[in-house]
């Protein structure tokens, strides 16, 4: 597996502001992802983190909401713009260590964001 | 993915029985799946996965067995303990979702000593 660390943990935010969340891995990785999951709901993926290139955005999700960078196979960051309430969430990062189909893909703790 | 509802299904056992949650898939194509565990303020916890092309797998203390007919997958888990209780979730992935995982809506699992 890996150790993955996420920054912030949590934080509470005004309406309007963005917050940047950091997503650190101990060893370099195929894939990274990045998940929304709304109060006492499942996960919904947001986007695929590529490096050296720009984001994958599943339906629903937008570079200008959720910018998205990865500059190398250990680091992502996903910034969560002009923020409202609805943004409330726990935001997770994954990874996938070897990529393909059938490999495990393991998690964060997770930020926990409150937009006021 | 989706994310399904506010209210999850609940399983309420007794320490040492074994649990058996279930998951529906609906996704014909996917041909990888995992399970996973989250307990409260931490990050899912992967448990175990299973390829389409096998229809059970034992880990330690848990089982999961796959139904590709009738799209339906389960976790057991042997002599739950009151550490077990948590969310879980099954995932899914295949087709055109290269890596990506699809979540199933989640379970809570409530353990009594």
């Known amino acids: 597996s890996a150790v993955i660390s996420q920054k912030p943990s949590r934080d509470i935010c005004q309406r309007g502001t963005s917050l940047t969340i950091q997503c650190q891995v101990d060893?370099?990785?195929?894939?990274m992802f990045w998940y929304r999951q709304q109060p006492g709901q499942s996960l919904t993926l947001i986007a695929t983190?590529?490096?050296?290139?720009?984001?994958?955005?599943e339906s629903g999700f937008v570079i200008d909401k959720f910018p998205i960078s990865r500059p190398n196979l250990t680091f992502s960051t996903l910034t969560v713009s002009n923020m409202s309430p609805e943004d409330s969430s726990i935001y997770l990062c994954?990874?996938?260590?070897?990529?393909?189909?059938?490999?495990?893909?393991?998690f964060g703790p997770g930020t926990r964001l409150t937009v006021l | 993915g989706e994310s399904v509802g506010l209210h999850l299904p609940t399983l309420s056992v007794q320490e040492g029985d074994n649990s058996i949650i279930n998951c529906a898939y609906s996704?014909?194509?996917?041909?990888?799946f995992i399970w996973y565990k989250q307990e409260s303020g931490k990050g899912p916890q992967f448990i175990i996965d299973?390829?389409?092309?096998?229809d059970k797998r034992q880990g330690q203390r848990v089982t999961v067995l796959l139904n590709k007919t009738v799209k339906h997958l389960s976790l057991q888990i042997a002599a739950t303990q009151p550490g077990d209780s948590a969310v879980y979730f099954c995932?899914?992935?295949?087709?055109?979702?290269?890596?990506?995982?699809?979540f199933g809506q989640g379970t809570i699992l409530t353990v009594h000593p």
């Open positions: 299973i390829r389409s092309n096998m």
């Open positions: 983190a590529n490096q050296g290139s720009e984001a994958t955005y």
């Open positions: 995932a899914e992935s295949g087709g055109t979702s290269y890596g990506k995982l699809t």
């Open positions: 996704n014909s194509a996917s041909d990888y």
């Open positions: 994954s990874v996938s260590l070897a990529g393909g189909l059938y490999n495990e893909q393991f």
């Open positions: 060893s370099q990785v195929t894939m």
